[in-house]
């Protein structure tokens, strides 16, 4: 990972490069910026590493403005915050280092020895403190006092909070998905201040959000959701006096969004539309194909593709081909009551080919890029370019209506499309899925399944039935 260094001790830091244009201006500089990771070891996952250095990142830039600028009103309130952090961390300090010792103040004093003879906190200095100056005094009281909740936060760190305490991976998944939002708010209304005296502020901000949605085109749904985790997050900073007010609620009357648009259902696809989608999947494979070839075996989305694990839920060389749909490393399935026990019928060699890349291709783009490009494709092979009710979701109820003409049982249809139902083989059929093991103790399970999906398609004119 680049600015990542591994020490030969075995430890890590952060290492970059200062601009080249620093050389001149600044000539005692060392070459390259560092900063200790004593976080991470050989053993730190991705998250912790990518978490790691994007603080090191944020440190980073904080101290090129720094080295540029020296009026403490050209810093926001959140990089004062991680100036003081850093001044502590550099010195090897903690906030409240020195709080209850008897001579707290003096240890201090010995930590911070510029407050003692060039910037003490109590003198009248005849000219203006630089930024500098300022947050060394703060960190030399914060040296002495314990940490308190925090009542102020800005924006981007009651979001930092909001994912440690829902334990996101914002490097994979639907974590990256909630921060690729969250980033594409923030460009919008910027950082701010989250205190009980800067409601107007916050709700201008977000009304500004909403107001650029809109004024582009954006519908209601899609805001609401851009909003979702944004919204949670601020509420989350503690005895905050009007969270309640930070909603899209209209009774609250506190934001306004435009009503929400009628939904465009997709509707059912004719045996006919069905069997040319097939051929193409067959014929002509890419990862989008492959996409489509496997959404068709119960309607499943792309991003229930994207979370697939290769190793621990695709089993495409067993006796009975099929895809264990369970929400990824996160569970996310098993809240949203989408277990999936997909068996594969259609294009078995083509989708062993093609998903390792279909996985990826998932992965790499926002949430609602594959479902446009897919419903696209989808349209133009149908030659229905114009039918908005023509979309790859219409493929979870064409299924269904495929699976009642092959008049397979309920609990099956629950098990193979996700639908939450409270019987007693679909709960049985929940903990196979989520035991490790899947289905080696309960192969005539999976048996029955894969015997009821074939039926599903055997209408169907595709030579493609395994």
């Known amino acids: 990972m680049r600015y990542l260094n591994r020490r030969k001790t075995g430890g890590y830091r952060y290492l970059r ?155 994979a998944g639907d974590g990256k998905a909630k921060q690729q939002r969250f980033e594409r708010v923030i460009a919008i209304t910027g950082d701010f201040t989250i205190a009980d005296e800067t409601k107007d502020d916050v709700l201008d901000r977000l009304q500004q959000f909403i107001n650029y949605k809109q004024d582009n085109g954006s519908k209601a749904q899609s805001i609401k959701r851009e909003l979702k985790e944004v919204i949670a997050a601020i509420r989350t900073v503690p005895r905050l006096a009007w969270s309640d007010a930070v909603t899209l609620d209209k009774k609250k009357n506190s934001l306004f969004i435009h009503d929400e648009e009628r939904p465009n259902k997709g509707r059912v696809l004719t045996n006919t539309e069905l069997n040319a989608l097939i051929e193409q999947c067959l014929s002509n494979p890419d990862e989008k194909w492959c996409s489509l070839l496997i959404q068709l075996h119960a309607g499943i989305g792309p991003r229930e593709i994207s979370r697939l694990r290769i190793d621990k839920d695709v089993f495409l060389e067993s006796k009975y081909p099929h895809i264990l749909f369970r929400g990824g490393d996160e569970g996310i399935a098993k809240k949203q009551a989408r277990i999936r026990v997909v068996p594969i019928v259609l294009g078995l060699d083509t989708i062993k080919k093609w998903l390792p890349t279909t996985i990826a291709w998932t992965q790499s783009l926002d949430q609602d890029s594959p479902v446009n490009t897919l419903n696209k494709r989808l349209r133009s092979l149908l030659n229905a370019k114009n039918d908005k009710q023509l979309k790859t979701h219409g493929l979870r109820h064409t299924w269904l209506r495929l699976a009642k003409r092959a008049e397979i049982s309920d609990r099956h249809i629950h098990a193979i499309a996700g639908w939450s139902h409270n019987v007693s083989e679909a709960s049985l059929m929940s903990e196979v899925v989520y035991d490790p093991y899947g289905f080696v103790e309960d192969i005539e399970l999976l048996a029955k399944l894969y015997r009821d999906q074939t039926r599903v398609f055997e209408p169907l004119h595709a030579p493609s039935i395994s």
């Open 17 to 171: 490069a200062y601009p080249s244009s620093f050389k001149t201006t600044f000539p005692s500089l060392p070459s390259q910026y560092s900063r200790e990771l004593p976080e991470l070891s050989d053993n730190s996952d991705d998250a912790d590493v990518h978490r790691a250095m994007q603080e090191a990142s944020r440190a980073y830039d904080l101290h090129i403005k720094m080295l540029k600028a020296s009026d403490p009103a050209s810093f926001t309130d959140s990089e004062r915050t991680l100036a003081v952090e850093e001044i502590l961390r550099r010195r090897k300090l903690r906030a409240g280092e020195f709080h209850g010792h008897e001579d707290g103040s003096a240890w201090a004093e010995g930590a911070f020895p510029e407050i003692g003879y060039e910037i003490r906190p109590d003198s009248d200095i005849d000219r203006a403190r630089t930024f500098q100056e300022e947050v060394t005094i703060d960190a030399f009281f914060a040296s002495q006092k314990l940490p308190e909740v925090k009542r102020r936060k800005t924006f981007r760190q009651a979001w930092r909070d909001y994912l440690k305490a829902k334990r996101l991976d914002i490097t």
